[in-house]
């Protein structure tokens, strides 16, 4: 098992930054592929962005391409998504998963998930 525990939301301003963070304990050779998802009220749960564990290569959706950074620190277990220039339309609760065996944007490929981090951003 591998748990995750995200942190970092908070409310910002639009065109403002915020930096999440995914701490993951337990079984954590399992990670392999680390994903980034949001789901805002009354929508489904969205894909951001994902990075493979080892080797760091990554994988963004169309809509946050040159605004949000997915990153890792092998080191701490962390896992950081840096979000820039933010946008009303970011307003979502977000979640770290981890496990998927690649690259995906599917959150059905992933095996574990965090309880989410609530991110506002204000107009």
């Known amino acids: 098992q591998v748990q995750l525990v995200e942190s970092g939301g908070g409310l910002v301003q639009a065109g403002g930054s915020l930096r999440l963070s995914c701490a993951a304990s337990g079984r954590t050779f399992s990670i392999y592929t680390m994903g980034w998802f949001r789901q805002a009220p009354e929508k489904e749960r969205m894909f951001v962005a994902a990075?493979?564990?080892?080797?760091?290569?990554?994988y963004y959706a169309d809509s946050v391409k040159g605004r949000l950074t997915i990153s890792r620190d092998i080191a701490k277990n962390t896992g950081y998504l840096q979000m820039d220039s933010l946008k009303p339309e970011d307003t979502a609760l977000y979640y770290c998963a981890a496990g998927a065996p690649a690259l995906t944007s599917s959150a059905r490929g992933y095996e574990y998930w965090g309880q989410g981090t609530q991110v506002t951003v204000s107009s």
């Open positions: 990075i493979r564990w080892n080797g760091g290569s990554s």
